[in-house]
């Protein structure tokens, strides 16, 4: 099969493109040793079902928990029911909680690592209190305990709609942290993912947000395992890094910065919870086995070039990259067909989903280029583009 494509470019143009070989990549015997790895992993959305904007998710499970275990196998722990799965925008809670149930069976049977969103969605209607945000996470906490994943405390949009001042957010976090059963991990999102979260932990200057952060982590160090930090700013989460408790990780959700931040330097390094980890599965599990080796330079090889196609993934709107990372699983064929709950495949336009598709490629994880060539041909045409 030809392997050549004439990709939209701006202007109404189009370029083409031949696609290169994928990366040769090789499943680790084990999950990587040097760092701790989270890949946040998406939904596949049921195509019979009723997925338009504000129905109920309708999900295919078979293909859903799949997903799941080729995450595994390339040695990534899974996170589970996190925004990259859609949560807050067409996943909600009923369906959140059977998916965190279904998840914790599967890592159960495949001993693999898993952790799990714990937020406040169910809180739908009216204006909470803060003793009903507080309540909220208490009633996911259990279903996520239950399983035996280890909780991810998200930031809560009605946390952010309800408090006002960083006491508000404390007090809400030092209830729940008391009544969990092990060390959880804590979710510090920034607006640039959900605008709703704007002015997180009481103010908008980061400065001070990250002092009240820091306070909460002094105190409840022990039931916290790490934070997972979301900034898309390197240098601040190498200052926050450095003033973490003993023994609290920091786990970047920075997929623009990933490669230098995992890498790390003189001051550490950062683990990674990344939803980019979906979409270049492959390359990052052949990196972390190189650092493993302490093989700095086999690492960066497999790692950067997936950068340019991390930062493209996460533009501006970067809440949007969801669209982007089921693309990128329906051209390797982990799913059958591109559609989203709430009909999220809208999201993103043709140019950038043509730049996606030579990213991945340049970053070698279109891992059957027969398939992915095929598929893109079809998008292409369906779209009114003659490759």
Request: charged share 20%.
């Given at each position: 099969?030809?392997?050549a494509l004439h990709l939209p470019v701006s202007?109404?143009?189009?370029?083409?493109?031949?696609?290169?070989?994928?990366?040769?990549?090789?499943?680790?015997?084990?999950?990587?040793?040097?760092?701790?790895?989270?890949?946040?992993?998406?939904?596949?959305?049921?195509?019979?079902?009723?997925?338009?904007?504000?129905?109920?998710?309708?999900?295919?499970?078979?293909?859903?928990?799949?997903?799941?275990?080729?995450?595994?196998?390339?040695?990534f722990g899974v996170a589970e029911a996190m925004?990259?799965?859609?949560?807050?925008?067409?996943?909600?809670?009923?369906?959140?909680?059977?998916?965190?149930?279904?998840?914790?069976?599967?890592?159960?049977?495949?001993?693999?690592?898993?952790?799990?969103?714990?937020?406040?969605?169910?809180?739908?209607?009216?204006?909470?209190?803060?003793?009903?945000?507080?309540?909220?996470?208490?009633?996911?906490?259990?279903?996520?305990?239950?399983?035996?994943?280890?909780?991810?405390?998200?930031?809560?949009?009605?946390?952010?709609?309800?408090?006002?001042?960083?006491?508000?957010?404390?007090?809400?976090?030092?209830?729940?942290?008391?009544?969990?059963?092990?060390?959880?991990?804590?979710?510090?999102?920034?607006?640039?993912?959900?605008?709703?979260?704007?002015?997180?932990?009481?103010?908008?200057?980061?400065?001070?947000?990250?002092?009240?952060?820091?306070?909460?982590?002094?105190?409840?160090?022990?039931?916290?395992?790490?934070?997972?930090?979301?900034?898309?700013?390197?240098?601040?989460?190498?200052?926050?890094?450095?003033?973490?408790?003993?023994?609290?990780?920091?786990?970047?959700?920075?997929?623009?910065?990933?490669?230098?931040?995992?890498?790390?330097?003189?001051?550490?390094?950062?683990?990674?919870?990344?939803?980019?980890?979906?979409?270049?599965?492959?390359?990052?599990?052949?990196?972390?086995?190189?650092?493993?080796?302490?093989?700095?330079?086999?690492?960066?090889?497999?790692?950067?070039?997936?950068?340019?196609?991390?930062?493209?993934?996460?533009?501006?709107?970067?809440?949007?990259?969801?669209?982007?990372?089921?693309?990128?699983?329906?051209?390797?064929?982990?799913?059958?067909?591109?559609?989203?709950?709430?009909?999220?495949?809208?999201?993103?336009?043709?140019?950038?989903?043509?730049?996606?598709?030579?990213?991945?490629?340049?970053?070698?994880?279109?891992?059957?280029?027969?398939?992915?060539?095929?598929?893109?041909?079809?998008?292409?045409?369906?779209?009114?583009?003659?490759?």
């Open positions: 099969m030809t392997h202007g109404g143009r189009t370029a083409l493109h031949t696609l290169g070989a994928p990366g040769a990549f090789t499943p680790p015997p084990a999950a990587p040793r040097s760092r701790v790895a989270y890949a946040a992993a998406h939904v596949v959305a049921d195509p019979y079902g009723d997925n338009t904007p504000g129905a109920p998710a309708v999900l295919d499970w078979d293909r859903t928990l799949a997903f799941r275990r080729e995450l595994w196998r390339w040695g925004d990259t799965a859609q949560r807050g925008g067409g996943l909600d809670w009923p369906t959140a909680a059977e998916l965190i149930r279904r998840s914790g069976a599967e890592a159960r049977a495949a001993g693999g690592r898993l952790v799990a969103g714990v937020s406040t969605d169910q809180l739908t209607a009216g204006t909470p209190t803060l003793d009903d945000v507080t309540a909220a996470y208490l009633e996911q906490l259990s279903v996520v305990e239950e399983t035996g994943a280890t909780p991810v405390i998200m930031a809560s949009r009605a946390l952010a709609a309800v408090a006002r001042t960083p006491e508000d957010y404390l007090g809400v976090y030092e209830k729940v942290l008391g009544q969990t059963s092990g060390p959880v991990v804590l979710h510090w999102l920034g607006e640039m993912f959900d605008p709703q979260l704007r002015g997180y932990w009481g103010s908008d200057d980061l400065d001070a947000a990250s002092e009240t952060v820091l306070g909460l982590l002094g105190t409840y160090a022990s039931r916290v395992e790490g934070i997972k930090l979301s900034l898309l700013d390197a240098d601040r989460e190498r200052a926050f890094r450095a003033r973490l408790p003993h023994g609290v990780r920091l786990y970047t959700g920075d997929d623009f910065h990933y490669c230098e931040l995992i890498q790390g330097d003189d001051g550490g390094y950062s683990d990674a919870l990344l939803g980019v980890f979906a979409a270049i599965a492959p390359a990052a599990s052949q990196a972390l086995q190189a650092l493993d080796g302490g093989d700095v330079d086999g690492y960066r090889a497999a790692m950067e070039p997936t950068v340019p196609l991390g930062r493209h993934l996460f533009t501006a709107p970067t809440r949007h990259y969801k669209t982007g990372v089921v693309f990128l699983s329906w051209l390797n064929g982990h799913q059958d067909h591109f559609s989203m709950v709430g009909g999220a495949q809208s999201a993103r336009s043709l140019t950038h989903l043509a730049e996606l598709f030579r990213l991945a490629d340049r970053a070698g994880v279109l891992s059957a280029p027969d398939l992915a060539t095929a598929r893109m041909r079809t998008f292409l045409q369906i779209n009114g583009v003659p490759a």
